[in-house]
């Protein structure tokens, strides 16, 4: 894979992480305006926005485990630290819009 390859492989994974961290936070937001069915939409999308990141990650991983060695730039590392980022938002999402889901029915 050459340096070129990384870097596009980085950005994607920052695009694409970058979008579910923003339809995550959205479904926090709709949540608190009580738009349960939009916020869990939002939630979905996000796992989409996952899927295309995981694509590209994967590649990175058969690359390598396919006896590939390459230098790995900041910005991939970067793009990692990203791509975990908003997972770990997107799992807090999905328990904040529930708990308010919760906590709303109760009402």
Not at 60 to 74: N, R, S
Request: hydrophobic share 40%.
């Amino acid at each position: 894979m050459t340096k070129e390859e990384l870097y596009n492989l980085s950005f994607q994974l920052i695009l694409h992480s970058g979008n579910a961290r923003s339809l995550a936070m959205e479904a926090i937001y709709m949540a608190k305006e009580k738009k349960f069915e939009l916020a869990l939409e939002k939630l979905s999308e996000a796992d989409g926005e996952f899927t295309h990141a995981h694509r590209f990650q994967t590649q990175l991983i058969q690359a390598e485990a396919g006896g590939e060695e390459f230098e790995t730039p900041i910005i991939l590392i970067h793009a990692q630290d990203h791509l975990m980022t908003a997972m770990t938002l997107k799992d807090l999402a999905r328990e904040i819009v529930e708990l308010r889901q919760e906590i709303n029915t109760n009402k």
